[in-house]
């Protein structure tokens, strides 16, 4: 992997009008940050937890998304997160990595419970949560206030 590129996708990404509307601003406002924000917090994850996000490439290398893990501090499990640039959504490559991360924090990092939340109105999330064999648990309030739809599969 090309740091730069890396740096760039992050940007691109992170900017993204659904990962602004859905997940939220993270103030990443240069590729220089992005590059910041990858080791801060991505790599950081691995360091902290063993686990994060990984990028999803398509065969050709083409970066189309993330997808992995999330430790969140007010969770009693990992949180399931993906996110894909506008252009390679609605492909099925959201699906194909959440199974594969699924099927990964099973048999290599021994989760039995995963979490994963969405905004309210996140129905497209909702729906791939649902073919993925997730529960609907209801509306939970988040530590910054933020009421999200909370979701769990047992593995």
């Known amino acids: ?41 991505y790599r950081q994850s691995y360091r902290d937890y063993g686990y994060g996000l990984w990028t999803v490439t398509l065969y050709d290398g083409t970066y189309v998304g993330m997808c992995g893990f999330v430790r969140r501090p007010h969770l009693d499990s990992p949180d399931l997160g993906f996110a894909f640039l506008p252009e390679h959504e609605r492909n099925g490559y959201g699906f194909e990595s959440a199974r594969a991360s699924l099927e990964y924090g099973k048999t290599s990092l021994g989760f039995n419970l995963v979490r994963a939340i969405t905004s309210q109105d996140n129905d497209a999330s909702g729906k791939l949560l649902g073919k993925l064999g997730f529960a609907y648990d209801g509306i939970e309030e988040m530590p910054d206030g933020a009421t999200l739809k909370m979701y769990s599969i047992t593995l």
């Open 1 to 41: 992997m090309d740091s730069a590129l890396d740096a760039e996708f992050v940007f691109e990404l992170l900017n993204s009008p659904k990962f602004l509307k859905y997940i939220g601003d993270r103030e990443v406002r240069s590729v220089e940050q992005a590059g910041e924000f990858i080791e801060n917090r």
